[in-house]
């Protein structure tokens, strides 16, 4: 065989053996090494090819696919720092456990450490941040290497879609020349995808879990982010069984969607409840459950620790189940699944009134939200307004930092169908304009990315993804012009070096960036204005709403809507 | 002690032991987690504080600060994604061998791996990419701790400007509260500043040069980029001994500022010469001698590799010594210094008509150079227009891809005081406007930005710097939409996936970027437009010049140039 021709061979393997594994869509970015790579995915029909020029972008707009499809997204890169702008996306798969396929197309063993261009160490290159990373031999013809890509392809993806799912990185050797010849069929492979195992609790797991249901007198139940694959279904009949309070946290998706006889167990207002001193005083819990990750609430998990309820079962696929406070008393280690359906709730001695003032507490809370969104023109009020409006099939997808905190105060649960989206597992403020669109490149309905200016900012090349592919998504961007969230932290008091280190106003707006991307765009600076815009029609694939408001008012605003609430939750143990 | 007394001594401590070491600059992102550091930093008169909130360029704007101050800098982020932001930066830095100190904040021990928010595996984050890097002991008061955090900065400064240099990365964990009490005076240091060792080459070594240099009848010296620190004086005085041609790479810096007893010597159109057949074949050395990195020009490394000279000398202060074509027959440890006055260059047997087809040949090219700038109007014309008209005292920055290589082939030596620079550790079109941002607000002289549309694209957040700092820079873009140096290579013959996969046009213009960062824009279209547009003054701190070319033309042109000029070189063996 010519060089040429093993090349060929060795990539269309490869990508054969992927297509049989479960990955559908590649997102790509040029470079010159990984040629081989991105011509073989892209002649096959088997696969949707997403592009980015901007690696970092690429990473996220993966994340978001592989997140919201619950399903293995390859990544495509060429050599050199190109592979390191991947990493931010990759440690937020990492603790998000999301299963992205890295490929990184490398320089040979003789290119490297020699002071080649574009020649960096990267046989281990995301660290502790990838479940496995593996570097392939260079295409060399010889019997034992087809075979042994092939299924090292069926153990990269059985491990990244093993739960806890993640990132895997797989570091593939090029020599020149890179051109390969073109097939039109995949070649056929010899070994099939493996039956992954599921994480089913032991039978004592099960035991526990139900002797804590029966004994519990005070308790709720806590729900937090999980995979998208979880069943609701189970998740509801477990609910309708349990008939605690149920901590809901948006990003579970069991706040919209909810079934007529669950809608009553739902406490969403849980982070506004939970600010009252008084509420806290006598509604100390004995036993809680949780599924999924440690919700963003901090009030909650201050509640948490001071309580220290004798009974925390963390209900986590992790052997490193995610316990921050070293509160959990048991940890059962199992996916959610079919077994929770046979968990049996009956014979509890719950006390009935425990959970009618988690309910009463949650009306209240409700009611003030309501007028509050009525009433005031904050961000808040104003993100508010944007959930209630949310039409039946539209979802959201909240930014971090304090989007993600006004989901937490003012989504109101409901029976439509919206599903709330961000990125938890490290929180942070990139990349959120590309996984938001990886999700609408998935979900293919209306999204409404909710987000900050910083934060827009630092993603805004997220946008680029809009000139490769068809995109359909709403940016509301509240431009409060800096780091809003700061304001609610100490380190606030400290007026000599505060604006400078933390409010790091830029005075940018976002006109210019909508026009660069041929964006429907709307500057509002009221609430008659922003109601005005949302009731727009969208006419253009890609929309930005610029929401100009103030970071001290917010501050200001939000903590009277939560004096006032806890006033009207204080008169729960005055009757 | 109180606490927040522990913390404060410890961040003072921390910072003063920077600031006695050599840390003048610190570029800082803003994040609650490293505000002990932050606060401490920015109430101190002996930094330089600049700013800037996408940690990615962020990380370039200290390396381009770092490697044109030939200092250490200081990057600060928060916890989180933020520090896996600074991974191509940090890249970069360690193969361009440049003294970034990059502190990390992170949580203390009991919030690691443990599911809290923000915290990810710090310890080692950047794998074999940076020369050393330390988890730091939580502030506690104990008395061992400030004198050890004391030391290793001495540690980590001192390895970082070790030669080779390159970035260091120390994680610091703090508990809540962050706030620290403000101090007016760093305090005392108790350790001094190591004294550095110089890597000078030992006897042997030296001779091996004379012996390479008196037996020598064909040879070259090469001179590729190397540290700033490097005096160039003493390479001027080693170039008049040596009486050679000396193929230099624009980012030697010694393209300009040549003073006259050496222009003779100096050829900078190897690159162009060495495209040609004849010229090769006639010109084979038997002696090369290289100081500094190897250089852009890939005509230079197939020639090298084709003659293989039986003596080839790489000068290299890392033991890991920079050789891709693994050519090299002896490596000298070393930095360049003084040493190199030593060097005895009398006796010499070498051929002078060698040295005049070489003086000769660049006679030609820098004649037919010059007539393609006169007469054509491609991306390479118009850089070389640009290059001719620099002022002295004005610099330019070139981003990776081609506008270096359109340096390299239309940068022209001259006796005017202009800079070059460029990323050239790895090569990536990534972070060069806040690399070029970080060396301007170093030199404080006037900087042109030449970069191709992709790689403005990549870094437009490098911008944002001049939101928070005076900035002064020229970006001159190349906008060809897409990727121009591919169609230079053998994947643009495969027609089918071309254009997707490599020539991805965006269609993007960058008028309303020019508007949104409030920059002085002007957009041309032809040769006396962009001659109008150079000419014309510099109003506002950041400009644009954006230059509408195209990817077709500027192959079949630059192609046409290499014939015409190959057609005359073949007549230096006509005669």
């Known amino acids: 065989m010519t060089n040429k021709e093993v090349l060929t061979e060795y990539v269309y393997q490869m990508i054969s053996a992927l297509s049989s594994y479960g990955v559908k869509d590649v997102v790509i970015s040029p470079g010159s090494r990984s040629t081989p790579l991105a011509y073989a995915f892209a002649s096959s029909k088997e696969f949707r090819i997403v592009r980015h020029v901007d690696e970092r972008s690429a990473g996220f707009l993966a994340l978001g696919m592989a997140k919201t499809a619950s399903a293995p997204v390859v990544l495509l890169c060429t050599s050199g720092t190109a592979a390191a702008n991947y990493f931010p996306a990759i440690v937020e798969a990492y603790y998000a456990r999301i299963p992205l396929i890295v490929l990184t197309a490398d320089r040979p063993h003789e290119l490297r450490g020699v002071g080649a261009p574009q020649a960096i160490d990267q046989p281990n290159l995301y660290g502790h941040h990838v479940k496995w990373t ?41 020599r ?51 995979d998208q694959s979880v069943s609701q279904d189970i998740l509801w009949s477990f609910i309708r069984h349990l008939k605690w309070p149920v901590l809901v946290e948006s990003l579970s998706h069991l706040r919209s969607n909810i079934p007529e006889d669950c809608m009553m167990y739902i406490v969403e207002h849980y982070d506004s409840i939970l600010k009252n ?27 948490m620790k001071a309580v220290k309820p004798a009974t925390i079962i963390t209900v986590d696929e992790d052997a490193l189940f995610r316990d921050p406070l070293a509160v959990t008393t048991n940890h059962i280690q199992a996916q959610l699944g079919e077994w929770l359906t046979t968990v049996d709730c009956f014979d509890q001695i719950f006390e009935k009134d425990y959970l009618m003032k988690w309910l009463a507490a949650n009306d209240i809370a409700t009611q003030f939200v309501k007028q509050y969104i009525q009433n005031e023109q904050d961000e808040g ?14 979802d959201l997808f909240a930014s971090s930092s304090m989007p993600i905190r006004d989901v937490d105060t003012f989504f109101c649960k409901t029976e439509k169908d919206v599903q709330v989206f961000a990125n938890r597992g490290t929180n942070g403020i990139d990349g959120v304009v590309s996984t938001a669109i990886g999700t609408q490149l998935v979900t293919n309905r209306e999204l409404y990315l909710l987000i900050g200016d910083l934060s827009f900012l630092h993603d805004s090349n997220g946008l680029i993804a809009s000139r490769y592919q068809d995109v359909n998504l709403t ?25 400078q280190l933390f409010g790091t106003a830029t005075g940018l707006t976002f006109d210019h960036l909508a026009a660069m991307y041929d964006a429907q765009y709307d500057v509002v600076k009221s609430k008659e204005e922003f109601i005005a815009a949302i009731h727009t029609s969208k006419k253009k694939p890609l929309r930005i709403i610029e929401v100009m408001t103030d970071r001290q008012e917010n501050v200001v605003t939000h903590r009277k809507l939560w004096t006032a609430m806890g006033e009207e939750l204080n008169k729960l143990w005055q009757v």
Do not use: C
Request: net charge negative; aromatic share 6%; charged share 20%.
């Open 176 to 226: 020149e020349p890179l051109l390969i010849h073109f097939k039109d069929e995949l070649p056929a492979i010899t070994f099939n995808q493996a039956d992954l195992a599921e994480l089913t609790p032991t039978a004592r797991g099960i035991d526990l879990l139900e002797q804590a249901i029966k004994s519990a007198e005070k308790g709720f139940l806590i729900i937090g982010e999980m």
């Open 134 to 174: 593996v570097d392939l031999p260079i295409p060399d013809g010889e019997s034992p290497t087809l075979p042994h890509i092939e299924r090292h392809m069926a153990r990269a993806t059985s491990l990244a879609m093993t739960s806890p799912r993640g990132p895997v990185h797989i570091n593939v050797p090029f």
């Open 475 to 499: 940016v509301v961007v509240m431009n409060n012009d800096g780091g809003g969230i700061f304001s609610y932290l100490a380190q606030s008091t400290v007026e000599a070096h505060f604006e």
């Open 277 to 303: 001193d008084l509420f806290k005083q006598h509604m100390a819990p004995d036993t809680v459950i949780r599924f999924g990750a440690q919700p963003v609430s901090k009030p909650l998990t201050l509640f």
């Open 381 to 394: 009020a104003l993100a508010g307004l944007l959930f209630e409006r949310l039409e039946d099939g539209a």
